[in-house]
């Protein structure tokens, strides 16, 4: 009987006929169970690309929303955008959560939207005796775009391009801007408390002393804005979307050579001087010292002073002066101790129109040229103190004032007010006690940059 078992198993152990059906036997439940895994695991990333689909559609109609100040809509944006692009999961998602959210400094200025779908497979059901739950959230963050348009433009790319002086006021509902990419460091203390500007090297692109008064709807910088006690509309730190709407105007010329001249106009006691002005060159400048009017057309001050602050009426309308070689404006007078003061006299300037501009030889510019009161050569160099700038109650001085190579001042005691008075400087600086006003409308003003929309997704 041993023997006869023992040679049985022998013959078991060599023969091999079942080892297949053997190993089939083993790994089937292991093939079963794996291919029932790979078609749940399918299902599961389905589901999950088309959630995670439909809540990114979701989060960029609500921001799209808020981006055009559909504020009130703009969850119901996002659930119907959410709804179109569901189709497997349509019978088992959750209901979309959406809700506002702060992204990189910003407050409000993003839209997460979250759902989820649960349900369970038969496969992994069994085993897990439960239902698969796939989740899926996104966040668009949203950048409003538009026009910068301002009436008083620095140009400067670097240091104070705007500086408003104690007791200055300054009244443009229409804007100041600065292409200054100056940005105050708040981590260097200048040692006394009294501000940013004080030390001349930590500053602003834009800086207005506490004690100046300052009337704007808005105020654009590339760099950083210093203004403590202004109630205004701030944009700052914009980066190189400001630009200088003029940069690629070329200068215009009038090469007729003309001299400043009095003449006596009646005779005896009525006689009074009177200078009539004819558009050229004026060599070295011109300084009233009558009553002056003068023809339109275009005006070159080659180097010298513009000086139309003597106690004579000036009456220029339908002009533009051009400063080159160095000339420089003064509309201020001389008061003791060599003081400058706010002119005694009447200053009437006004800029050429569209037709005019036609008529003095440049039609192809006419509509770019027209509303430019002074136009500054680039390379002018002007001469110091530079540009002077004042008025009083009884002047009228209209339309662009373009110095992309002058500093320009607005002098204490000097109240320039204007209709709509646009200054478009390398600097401009508003003196302690100074006043200037302009009622420029927004759609009017200068152009000072652009930037487009922004909607992304970031998460």
Same mark, same amino acid.
């Given at each position: 009987?041993? @023997?006869?078992?023992?040679?049985?198993i022998?013959?078991l152990?060599?023969c091999?006929?079942?080892?297949?059906?053997?190993?089939?036997?083993?790994?089937?439940?292991?093939?079963?169970?794996?291919?029932?895994f790979a078609?749940?695991?399918a299902?599961?990333?389905m589901?999950?690309?088309?959630?995670?689909?439909?809540?990114?559609?979701?989060?960029?109609?609500?921001?799209?929303?808020?981006?055009?100040?559909?504020?009130?809509?703009?969850?119901t944006?996002?659930?119907?955008?959410?709804?179109r692009n569901?189709?497997?999961?349509?019978?088992?998602? @959750?209901?979309?959560?959406?809700?506002?959210?702060?992204?990189?400094?910003?407050?409000?200025n993003?839209?997460?939207?979250?759902a @989820?779908?649960?349900?369970r497979?038969?496969?992994?059901?069994?085993?897990?005796?439960?239902? =698969?739950?796939?989740?899926?959230?996104?966040q668009?963050?949203?950048?409003?775009g538009?026009?910068?348009d301002?009436?008083?433009?620095?140009?400067?790319?670097?240091g104070?391009g705007?500086?408003?002086?104690?007791?200055?006021?300054v009244t443009a509902?229409?804007?100041?801007?600065?292409?200054?990419?100056?940005?105050?460091?708040?981590s260097?203390?200048?040692?006394?408390g009294?501000?940013?500007?004080?030390?001349?090297d930590?500053?602003?692109? =834009?800086?207005?002393?506490?004690?100046?008064?300052?009337?704007?709807?808005?105020?654009?910088?590339?760099?950083?804005?210093?203004?403590?006690?202004?109630?205004?509309?701030?944009?700052?730190n914009?980066?190189?979307?400001?630009i200088?709407?003029?940069?690629?105007?070329?200068?215009p010329d009038?090469?007729?050579?003309?001299?400043?001249?009095?003449?006596?106009?009646?005779?005896g006691q009525?006689?009074?001087?009177?200078?009539?002005l004819?558009?050229?060159?004026?060599?070295?400048?011109i300084?009233?010292?009558?009553t002056?009017?003068?023809?339109?057309?275009?005006?070159? =001050?080659?180097?010298?002073?513009?000086d139309?602050?003597?106690?004579?009426?000036v009456?220029?309308?339908?002009?533009m002066?051009?400063?080159?070689?160095?000339?420089?404006?003064?509309?201020?007078?001389?008061?003791?101790?060599?003081?400058?003061?706010a002119?005694?006299?009447?200053?009437?300037?006004?800029?050429?129109?569209?037709?005019?501009?036609e008529?003095?030889?440049?039609?192809?510019?006419?509509?770019?040229?027209?509303?430019?009161l002074?136009?500054?050569?680039? $390379? $002018? $160099?002007?001469?110091?103190?530079?540009?002077?700038?004042?008025?009083?109650?009884?002047?009228?001085i209209?339309?662009?004032?373009?110095?992309?190579?002058?500093?320009?001042?607005?002098?204490g005691?000097?109240?320039?007010s204007?209709?709509c008075?646009? =200054?478009?400087?390398?600097?401009i600086?508003?003196?302690?006690?100074?006043?200037?006003?302009?009622?420029?409308?927004?759609?009017?003003?200068?152009?000072?940059?652009?930037?487009?929309?922004?909607?992304?997704?970031?998460?």
């Open positions: 009987m041993r @023997s006869f078992l023992a040679k049985t022998q013959r152990r060599r091999q006929s079942g080892n297949a059906l053997l190993i089939v036997a083993m790994g089937t439940p292991v093939l079963i169970g794996g291919a029932g078609v749940d695991t299902q599961w990333y589901w999950k690309r088309e959630l995670q689909h439909s809540v990114d559609q979701a989060a960029l109609a609500g921001a799209y929303a808020l981006l055009n100040d559909d504020t009130a809509d703009y969850e944006r996002a659930e119907n955008e959410f709804g569901q189709d497997k999961t349509a019978g088992f998602d @959750s209901a979309l959560a959406v809700r506002l959210a702060d992204y990189a400094g910003g407050d409000d993003s839209v997460i939207a979250t @989820s779908a649960s349900k497979l038969p496969f992994s059901g069994f085993f897990l005796d439960r239902a =698969i739950t796939v989740n899926a959230t996104a668009a963050t949203f950048t409003p538009g026009s910068y301002a009436c008083l433009v620095s140009t400067a790319t670097d104070t705007t500086s408003i002086g104690n007791n200055a006021t509902e229409c804007g100041l801007a600065a292409l200054s990419c100056e940005d105050y460091d708040t260097v203390d200048d040692g006394n009294t501000g940013p500007a004080d030390d001349g930590n500053v602003s692109a =834009i800086e207005i002393d506490p004690g100046a008064t300052v009337t704007a709807d808005v105020i654009y910088a590339c760099g950083s804005v210093n203004a403590p006690n202004v109630d205004s509309d701030i944009s700052e914009l980066g190189n979307v400001l200088d709407e003029y940069e690629d105007l070329p200068v009038n090469p007729t050579s003309r001299t400043y001249k009095c003449d006596k106009i009646g005779n009525n006689a009074v001087n009177q200078a009539s004819k558009p050229g060159t004026y060599n070295n400048g300084s009233v010292s009558c002056t009017y003068c023809e339109p057309g275009i005006y070159v =001050i080659d180097g010298g002073v513009l139309l602050a003597g106690n004579y009426d009456t220029c309308n339908g002009v002066f051009v400063l080159k070689n160095g000339a420089t404006i003064k509309f201020t007078g001389n008061g003791g101790n060599g003081q400058e003061i002119p005694t006299n009447t200053i009437n300037l006004t800029p050429m129109t569209a037709a005019q501009v008529e003095a030889g440049y039609p192809a510019l006419a509509d770019r040229y027209a509303g430019m002074i136009f500054e050569d680039r $390379n $002018n $160099n002007p001469q110091e103190p530079g540009h002077r700038f004042g008025g009083n109650a009884n002047s009228v209209e339309g662009v004032v373009y110095l992309p190579d002058g500093e320009v001042t607005v002098i005691t000097a109240k320039v204007s209709q008075l646009q =200054i478009s400087a390398y600097r600086n508003v003196a302690g006690g100074a006043e200037l006003e302009t009622f420029c409308p927004r759609d009017s003003t200068t152009n000072a940059g652009s930037a487009a929309a922004k909607l992304r997704l970031v998460a």
